[in-house]
Nanobody
Framework: QLTESGGGLVQAGDSLRLSCTAS????????MAWFRQGPGQGREFVAS?????????SYGDSVKGRFTISRDFAKNTMYLQMNNVKSEDQGIYFC?????????????????WGQGTQVIVSA
């Protein structure tokens, strides 16, 4: 089970950190990712991280240089540090995990999903 937390109201230009805590099993050796979904839109890739090393990460073009994905294998937790938040970052953020260590930007590659946490950006 994956549970997101840390969402809420944030002012444009500020920072926010999301967490995704895994329970019930270890997600070591599972690649993980963050996706987001705006109203009436499909899920958009935000960032992904390898299941074996925290150094292997990838980002969507819209968040490169502003967001940082990380994970703590000992705590079975993944994070998304969001800096310089923009209005277009608003949406529901989902964490996901996939069987296998190789990260992927594709929604269909992931077989474990959290319920999501909402991020609202005010001007």
């Amino acid at each position: 089970q994956l549970t997101e937390s840390g969402g809420g109201l944030v002012q444009a230009g500020d920072s926010l950190r999301l967490s995704c805590t895994a329970s019930g099993r270890s997600f070591s050796n599972y690649a993980m990712a963050w996706f987001r979904q705006g109203p009436g839109q499909g899920r958009e890739f935000v960032a992904s991280i390898s299941g074996t090393t925290t150094a292997d990460t990838s980002y969507g073009d819209s968040v490169k240089g502003r967001f940082t994905i990380s994970r703590d294998f000992a705590k079975n937790t993944m994070y998304l540090q969001m800096n310089n938040v923009k209005s277009e970052d608003q949406g529901i953020y989902f964490c996901a995990a996939r069987t296998g260590a190789m990260r992927s930007p594709s929604v269909g590659a992931y077989n474990y999903w959290g319920q999501g946490t909402q991020v609202i950006v005010s001007a």
